[in-house]
């Protein structure tokens, strides 16, 4: 069931602009949105569960200026923005972890992921106008009548989060940080982080593909399969 209006406002720093999104997709909406929008543009939803899970949904649009081959890692950016955004909001000493490339799990439970889309016809060696991330979150799971027959996932309300709104506002905070990082200093810094979360032994290339017992999985490869989740969302 979507949530007509929102829980609170979000606060959220420049150059964000926050848009609720009363039902759809805020994935879909932020790539509607990006050409006439522009960078910052934030969009969110909540849903509560009755016959699907409960979801806390929001998107963000980016306007990198380099080429989509190396734009591409800002997924990675993003995933290490969301883990500290949650861990930032989690009751203490909850592992959270990566699912190559954009599956987030909390004490060894499926929370959600990351999703990635990009201008249309954008060429690899050129900057795109736009790119969208994403971000699906299981909120509860209160339409199962018992929540043991899917101990593959978790939800937020289940893990006693009692703000779900703050993880926002706090993912909004840690990208634009990590972005600045990666300006600054490298990408080998956000790699570092992204490989200590990750659920197995692998390390990166420097295209952001995963390198693991000797065979090689593109970054790109890896969004297009979305594991983490079906046609309905994260995967329960």
Known sequence: MDVVTPPRSLVLPPPYTAHWLPSGDPFEDAQRRAADEGAGTLVWRGSAGHDAPGRLDFAVVLEPDMPLSE????????MVALADA???????????????????????????????????????DAPPDWMVLGVELIADRDHLEQA??????????????????????????????????????????????YVGRLMEDAALGDAGERICDGSVESLETGLAKADWRD??????
Do not use: C, Y
Not at 71 to 78: I, Q, S
Not at 86 to 107: K, Q
Not at 231 to 236: D, I, K, M, S, T
């Open 71 to 78: 734009a591409r890692k800002a997924v990675l950016a993003g």
């Open 148 to 193: 043991g027959t899917h101990p593959g996932s978790v939800s937020l309300k289940e893990e006693e989060f009692l703000d779900p709104p703050a993880i926002i506002e706090s993912f909004a905070a840690h990208l634009m940080l990590n972005i600045d990082r990666w300006t600054h200093a490298g990408f080998d810094t956000i790699v570092q982080t």
């Open 86 to 124: 949650v861990a930032a909001h989690a009751p203490p000493e909850r592992d959270i972890r990566f699912d190559w490339p954009t599956g987030l799990v909390l004490d060894g439970g499926r929370l959600g992921g990351m999703r990635f889309a990009v201008a249309p016809d954008t060429q690899e």
């Open 231 to 236: 046609a309905n969302g994260p995967r329960l």
